[in-house]
């Protein structure tokens, strides 16, 4: 379809903070890095409603919406990350309605469908006879879809009408500051309230009417456990319909050293030490955990997520009183001649979690960009921490590639094909004879941050997994290939 | 239902999640041959079609379907 392009902007933290403070969303998703790191978007992103109704903003203002909003339609089809730049598209106008879209770079990200028209008369009061709700600091946590099962309530929209204007003029002027506070205060409802931590919006469609009231109500219509859908109600403030939305999943929690001890014996990695790259959460925190659970001297490595590490090395020291862990900084994308030469005594393992986020929003088969950023990590990477710890001594390595390299799902070339090179790196250094050995596995989808996604995915149990190639990799001697 | 009558809704579902009237699926056509039909919208094009005609998928065939055809052969042998 082709479209011209009305409007463009860049949402950056700034706009990021005035949203949150005029709709009271402050979901983490959108406000905090390292929480967002941990999510399905991978990084902060902007407010679907904030976005949406900049474009409605801008429609108004350009003149196609000159003949009076009637409705409003959304579909909310991948993430803006804060910082990326979109583009208001107008994809088609008529008597009637308007299709437009937000493209970032040649991807859709949310598609609108505006009706024109008088304004329907619509029912007075709101949707459901629920408690006035109040938006706190933090969003509600609901874990499961059926805790959502019949919630209602309310919003007041006051608050919010009276800040609008400044922020979206031209919307407020044709639609009035209650509908639009309303349209802002959407996001609060999915965002801090039902499903709200743990929520991805995904869809609504409302019509605007002429029934007064400064209240949002909503009420819950159903829920599918099977997609992590939830569904509701919503009327009030001359808004009625419908609001979609999806149940993240809460970030994974890989097992603790209690449970990793029972499993373990005290003295069964003794006398090796572990590097483990990406060792702060996933599979490489799990990976340190049975090391060091089976006596092992583990040095962890964080890119971002020093918290996380500190966390790790906590608990693992905590538990068992000659548990080893270090934490030291390092990022697989730089040399690691600065970053390890610090290290006071000599690695004998390492185990290589280095990761880029991996389930990309990309348009197209093939991007060359991504495939270079996975190379670097998964392969340059790899080869240079190699390397540099094969030139003090001998080292068995892990490389853990995936089973997506045999069968990559959709959106996943790159990162396929990265691994596969990956592969071919770790067989050249084992044909080479050097004082570099490595064992690589293909891994099958396991509950990480990075697979715990929505649409949900059948993942095994990492540790399950990971137990048996832990005590492969760590019972072979260098000799013994 | 025949195949043409579950090509209808499957793409009247479509149609109405993405706000597109030029949509047209075959039984041949994938998720990638369609701009923006991705996850989350599949999941809801799904739903919708479940409510339609009173089904419901268990999330192994939702992820295995690999082609239109195939959830059509799917619809077809739950209504049988």
């Known amino acids: ?481 | 239902m025949s195949d043409q009558e579950i090509l209808d809704v499957l793409t009247r579902a479509l149609r109405d999640l993405l706000m597109d009237d030029s949509i047209v699926l075959g039984m041949e056509t994938r998720r990638e041959d369609v701009p923006n039909w991705d996850s989350l919208v599949y999941i809801n094009f799904i739903v919708a079609v479940e409510m339609q005609l009173g089904i419901k998928f268990k999330v192994a065939d939702v992820e295995s379907f690999s082609n239109v055809g195939e959830i059509v052969a799917g619809i077809k042998a739950m209504l049988r």
């Not at chain 1, 609901?142 to 609008?164: C, H, I, K, Q």
């Not at chain 1, 959709?410 to 004879?433: S, T, V």
């Not at chain 1, 490595?438 to 990971?466: I, K």
Request: glycine share 12%; charged share 20%.
């Open chain 1, 1 to 481: 379809m082709s479209s011209a392009t009305l409007a463009s902007k860049t949402f950056d933290a700034d706009d990021q903070a005035a949203f949150a403070r005029l709709s009271g969303d402050v979901n983490p998703l959108h406000m905090d890095p390292l929480a967002a790191r941990r999510t399905q978007a991978g990084t902060t992103v902007v407010h679907g409603i904030h976005a949406v109704l900049w474009a409605l903003d801008r429609l108004v203002e350009s003149g196609a919406a000159g003949a009076g909003i009637a409705s409003l339609k959304v579909q909310f089809a991948k993430f803006i990350p804060v910082g990326g730049t979109v583009a208001l598209k107008l994809v088609r106008r008529d008597d009637r309605s308007i299709r437009a879209e937000l493209a970032l770079g040649a991807l859709t990200t949310t598609i609108l469908n505006v009706g024109l028209g008088q304004r329907r008369k619509g029912e007075a009061g709101e949707t459901r006879d629920g408690p006035a709700v109040g938006l706190g600091d933090r969003p509600a946590v609901l874990a499961r879809p059926e805790e959502a099962a019949g919630l209602s309530g309310s919003l007041d929209t006051a608050g919010p009408a009276r800040s609008v204007a400044s922020r979206f003029p031209h919307a407020v002027a044709s639609m009035g500051p209650e509908r639009v506070a309303a349209v802002v205060l959407l996001s609060s409802l999915v965002g801090m309230v039902c499903p709200g931590l743990h929520s991805i919006f995904a869809a609504f469609a409302v019509d605007f009417t002429d029934a007064p009231g400064s209240g949002l109500g909503f009420g819950v219509t159903g829920i599918d456990d099977r997609f992590r859908m939830v569904r509701m109600a919503v009327r009030g403030a001359g808004v009625e319909g419908s609001v979609q939305a999806f149940m993240r999943w809460p970030p994974v929690a890989q097992a603790s050293m209690s449970e990793v001890s029972k499993l373990v014996a005290p003295d069964e990695f003794a006398a090796t030490t572990t590097l483990i790259v990406g060792g702060s959460r996933g599979l490489g925190a799990l990976t340190a955990k049975v090391i060091a659970a089976g006596g092992g001297k583990v040095i962890a490595t964080y890119a971002r997520g020093r918290e996380e590490a500190q966390q790790l090395a906590g608990e693992i020291r905590g538990h068992a009183p000659k548990g080893t862990c270090d934490i030291i900084p390092y990022d697989a994308r730089r040399s690691p001649a600065a970053q390890l030469d610090a290290l006071a005594t000599g690695v004998s393992h390492l185990y290589y979690f280095a990761s880029a986020p991996i389930a990309r929003q990309k348009e197209g088969v093939f991007v060359p960009d991504l495939f270079d950023e996975f190379v670097q990590v998964y392969v340059k990477g790899f080869h240079d921490c190699c390397r540099f710890l094969g030139e003090r001594g001998s080292l068995t390595a892990f490389y853990p590639s995936s089973v997506f390299v045999g069968n990559p799902p959709q959106g996943m070339l790159e990162y396929a094909m990265a691994k596969i090179a990956g592969e071919l790196l770790c067989d050249g250094l084992n044909r080479a004879g050097g004082r570099v050995r490595v064992t690589v596995e293909r891994l099958p989808r396991l509950l990480t941050d990075q697979t715990a996604t929505v649409p949900p995915v059948d993942a095994g149990d990492p540790l399950e997994v990971m137990l048996p190639v832990i005590r492969r990799v760590q019972s072979t001697t260098f000799d013994q290939g």
